[in-house]
Structures are given as C-alpha cells and as structure tokens.
C-alpha cells in the first residue's frame, strides 16, 4: 500500500528535480539549446487531475525555458479511441490556461514512417511475424529471472515475413490470428525486450484514418519515435514508464543517428484518498450511470471540478505544493482542498443564502417596512465593494442555529437569548410556534433598533452572529450538496469491485433552499460565491433564472489543515 505524503515538497531554487535536469541540459549546450516537451494524452476518456499534474509539468517547463510543448493525441487504438474525447481533452487544456499553438499533431500522422520502419526492420532481420495467441506468447514470457522460450515462428524466412506483414494490412488475416513481433532477445533482464510486439491486426475503422490500416503500431513501437519525428527533446513522464524506456530508445536508434535521442524523465503519479484515478473505471462509473457523466462534480476530471467549483489557480497551487519526486504517494484530498479554500476566499463574492430554512418573524418590527442593508462582497477585499440586502420582518434563518434547550456553549438563538443578524440588528428570541408533531413552525423575537450595524452606538457585543434572508424577496434555488464519492480512503488498495466501495450518500439534493434576491439575479454558470457562514458554492451549468441550482464546492472549515498545524507543533 502507497505511503500517504502529508508534507509538501520543497524545492531548492524553487525548481522540481525535472525542472533543475532541464536547466542542466540547456546550461551544457545539449540539442542546440532547444527545448520541446509534449502532452501526450491516449484520447480514450476525459483528462483526471492526474493528468493536469503531467501536463502543467510538459506545458510549464516549456514555458519556465522558454521552449515550446506540443499536444500529442496517441491515437494508436481505433477501437477505444473517439473524436468526443479529442474535444474534451483540448478544452480542458485550455481551461487551465496551456496552449499548444500550432503544434497540435497525432500519433497516427506517422504511421507511415512507422509502417516503414517496420518493413525496413524486418528486411534486417529484427522483426518476425508471429501466428501464436496472445496467451501462448505471454506464457512464452518467461519471468524476471528466468528466460522465455522462442517462438516457433521466430527464424522465419525474411521474405516470408515480408508477405505476412503485407497482407496484414491489406486485412486478409483475423484480428489477433498473427502479430508483428521485434526480434531482440528472449532472455534480457529487462522483459519488455523479450521480442515486443509492434504491430497488432485491428479491422475497427480508425477516426481519423478511416481503413487505410489494418495493423496498428502498439503504443511502445509508436510513443518514442512520435517523440523522435517532432524533435522533442525533453519526454516528461510518470514513472512506470522506466522499464520502458531503454526500448523506446532501442527502436528510436533504429532512426537517429548518435546526435539526437529525446531525453524521457520520470516523475511520481498524482494519486488520490477517497479518488480513482484509472481512466477504465472512471469510464465504467460512467457507462454504468453510477455518476451522472464524466463531469458529474463528485468526479476527479477535470471537467468535474471545474463543475463543481475548483479553480484553475487551486489547481496548479496543489500540484505545486505536492510537487514532483521520483517516489509513488498517496496524497490527502484535503489539501487539494485546501488549496481550493485558499483561491475561493480571495475571490467568491459572499452571499446570503439559507440551506434548511426556518421562519423568523421580529414581532416589534412594523409589518410592511423595509429596509435595505448594504453586504460586503468580500470582506478580504473592500475594493470589491456592497450590495443591497433587502430586510423585513419576516426573514428566513437555519433551522440548526436555533435550539429550545441548548447546551452550554451554544452561542445561536434559543428562548431569552441574544444573537446579531448579520449586517443588522440584535434581537431576542420570545418564543416559538409548533404543529401538531412538535416540531417549530416559526420562532419569534423582538429587535433592538438601537443595535444597527455600522450606526453610532451599535457596538454592544453578543456571541453570536446569524445569517438570514428577507421572507417576502427570497428566492428559492436547489443545492447539490457533495460528499466524497468512495467511502475507503485508497479504493485502489482494496480487493474487490470498486464499485462497492463507492459512497451511498455521496449527493444530497436541497431543493428549498432560500437565496437573497441579488444572487438570483446575478448567478452565471460557473460563478463561485460564498454563502455566509456555510461555504463556497458554484453556479452549476443546469442552472436557469426559473430553477436556479448551485453545487456546493467545499465547506469553510478546514479541520484537516488545523490537525496538520498541531501535529507540526506536537
Ligand atoms: P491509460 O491507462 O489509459 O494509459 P493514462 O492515465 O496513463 O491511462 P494517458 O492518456 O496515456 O492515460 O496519459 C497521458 C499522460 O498523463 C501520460 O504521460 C501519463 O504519464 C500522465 N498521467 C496519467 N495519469 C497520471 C497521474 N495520475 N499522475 C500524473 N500523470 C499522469
Ligand atoms: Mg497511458
């Protein structure tokens, strides 16, 4: 089981250790002084938060040195490869604030050269046509310490082979019936030598090929020579790519001569608690209608957190904070959200809004009147200036800030008791009305107009401090509130289907939620705001001026940072 990594990582210099070998090879000279990374995402399902710690490396370096970064579509596997896809992972790119110019290209743009390479390597005698199955040649595999057997097919005559290939492609042989193997060696240590196969028969049309091919390059004969033919010159990649690397240089010599190979460094996967991040089951929660789409806000894509509210900036300031090491972590959402507080709190404009409401009514106060109460939007930031909050006599608070017979250190409303209403007045709670099943109907309270907030003499200080909304201007709106969307803390450590450890009550839907007449008239998708003393909450895409709706982003309190803080102290 992964280690958690609580700590942030601290660089010297302020560069990661990819970052310091980059500015090493550029300070000696290495490619002319070039540099040219590229994202090479399979367009396969939506971009995770995984992949955004990837590609705010490739993109961020280029832009750190002054290089350029190439978008990459490794389009290798026309039957799980799809268009929608493509779109997706460039909008998401964007949204992060990366472009890749004009160097925007496809695995599949090179395989013609990669179909030559092939034929050229079987007329030297390094590559095989194989009739075996699958499962006999990965029982011929061998393990780490013990060779692998030769396949029969393996010393066919280079004529023959030529043939095979060749009509291959034409598709005149079944899908898995012969592969394209590299002829290399079946006992090396290292057992993606041991005779890899290049090339696979595949008869689904390809989305951008149509039926041009009917052999398919594998992803390890096509990924370091699409490096290669774009000149990259640094390939940043996670870490189980190592073992794979000496073979992407293997074939890659196959091309180059000794001046130039794209250099492939590793870094550890962005792994997190109560997340997958495997794009299969991501697909299957899907499919499978277990979310509600790929950008559902419980998801770890990225779509899903822009839905639900996390920001750009919250993004790259966690990927930044966690950092990039050559050891594999599980690292603690909380400090994903954390990071998503932090940007929320100095931008989302605070509002009022009551979430389980229960009715107020200030029976002092002349019934009819009203008075307008100026909010700011962002106590943090004064700049942002006030908006109008209409009050009445009647008003909306929460149903959990008033008790009948609180315990001592409640400090909200309950009979006899004093609280401010937030921006207005100190009042006194003088009872409650009950239905028939006991349970408040309305609570009752007299005012104190000399308690204004802001007017002279206002300071009389009372614990606590309510937010509430006017009855007669509120609107209603639905909130979607989210809890963690798998119940175990790392589900991919757990045996089993994944799918049972998914939280059952992960989505609780609010429908009667009572919002101040200035945020429904000002709520655009996409908005974040703050509902006083509740959290930070984001107008969802759904929403329109008939049926407002708001998912909620993240709760205000940070317990897990305050834990964090005394356990550095301890
Ligand atoms: P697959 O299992 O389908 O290959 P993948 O998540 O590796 O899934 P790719 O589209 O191949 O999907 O990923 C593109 C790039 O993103 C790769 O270079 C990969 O190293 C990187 N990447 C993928 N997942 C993570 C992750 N969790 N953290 C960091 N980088 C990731
Ligand atoms: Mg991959």
Not at 406 to 425: H, I, M, N, Q, T
Not at 492 to 497: T, V
Request: one cysteine or more; proline letters at 6%.
């Amino acid at each position: 089981m992964k280690e958690i990594i609580e700590e942030e990582v601290v660089n010297e210099g302020g560069l990661n250790f990819v970052e310091q070998e980059i500015k090493d090879d550029l300070a000696a000279g290495k490619n002319g002084g070039r540099l040219s990374t590229r994202f090479p995402p399979e367009p396969n399902g939506y971009l995770h938060i995984g992949h955004a710690k990837a590609f705010i490396m490739d993109f961020g370096a280029a832009e750190k040195f002054g290089g350029t970064c190439n978008l990459r579509f490794d389009d290798t596997n026309p039957q799980k490869e799809d268009m929608e896809y493509v779109n997706a992972i460039k909008r998401d790119i964007h949204w992060l604030g990366y472009d890749w110019g004009d160097r925007l290209y496809y695995a599949s743009d090179y395989f013609p050269q990669l179909y030559d390479l092939a034929v050229r390597m079987i007329k030297e005698g390094k590559a095989y046509v194989d009739e075996q199955t699958s499962e006999q040649i990965a029982a011929q595999k061998g393990t780490p310490t013990e060779p692998g057997t030769d396949s029969p097919y393996r010393n066919r005559p280079v004529e023959e082979n030529l043939d095979l290939f060749r009509r291959m492609n034409e598709g005149e042989f079944e899908e898995g019936s012969m592969v394209l193997r590299a002829k290399i060696d079946m006992a090396n240590s290292n057992m993606h030598f041991r005779d890899p196969i290049m090339y696979r028969i595949i008869k689904t049309p390809h989305w951008r090929t149509g039926t041009t091919w009917k052999v398919y390059p594998m992803y390890d004969f096509a990924h370091g020579q699409s490096d290669y033919f774009e000149g990259v010159t640094h390939s940043i990649c996670t870490l189980e790519f190592v073992p794979h690397r000496p073979l992407y240089e293997y074939f890659v010599k196959e091309l180059a001569d000794e001046s130039y190979c794209p250099r492939q460094i590793e870094f550890n996967r962005l792994n997190l608690t109560y997340t997958v991040m495997s794009k299969r089951k991501l697909l299957q929660l899907v499919k499978e209608n277990l979310v509600n789409g790929w950008d559902d806000p419980r998801m770890p894509t990225l779509c899903g957190l822009r839905r639900r509210g996390y920001t750009p900036s919250a993004i790259k300031d966690f990927v930044n904070r966690i950092g990039y090491t050559r050891y594999e972590a599980l690292n603690h959402i909380e400090l994903l959200e954390h990071a998503v507080r932090e940007d929320l709190n100095k931008t989302a404009t605070r509002v009022s809004a009551v979430v389980n409401p229960v009715k107020l009514v200030l029976t002092n106060y002349p019934e009819g009147e009203e008075e307008t109460i100026y909010m700011d939007n962002n106590p943090e930031n004064l700049e942002e200036g006030k908006h109008a909050m209409p009050f009445t006599r009647e008003l909306w608070i929460e149903r959990e800030d008033f008790m009948e017979n609180p315990p001592k250190k409640f400090f909200r409303l309950s009979p006899d008791k004093e609280v401010r209403l937030k921006g207005a007045y100190i009042i006194k709670c003088t009872g409650v009305k009950k239905n028939a099943d006991g349970e408040i109907e309305e609570i009752y309270a007299e005012y104190d107009p000399e308690t204004k907030s802001g007017m002279p003499g206002s300071d009389r200080k009372v614990k606590g401090t309510l937010h509430w909304v006017s009855v007669p201007h509120a609107k209603v709106a639905e909130v979607r509130d989210y809890d963690r969307l798998f119940a175990v803390e790392n589900p991919s450590a757990e045996e089993g289907d994944f799918r049972e450890l998914l939280n059952p009550d992960s989505l609780k839907i609010r429908e009667n939620v009572m919002i101040e007449p200035w945020l429904a008239d000002n709520a655009k998708a996409e908005d974040h705001f703050q509902f006083t003393r509740l959290g930070y909450y984001t107008v969802d895409p759904d929403s329109t001026p008939e049926k407002l709706v708001f998912n909620k982003t993240i709760g205000l309190k940070d317990t897990w940072a305050k834990e964090q803080k005394k356990a550095s102290k301890a």
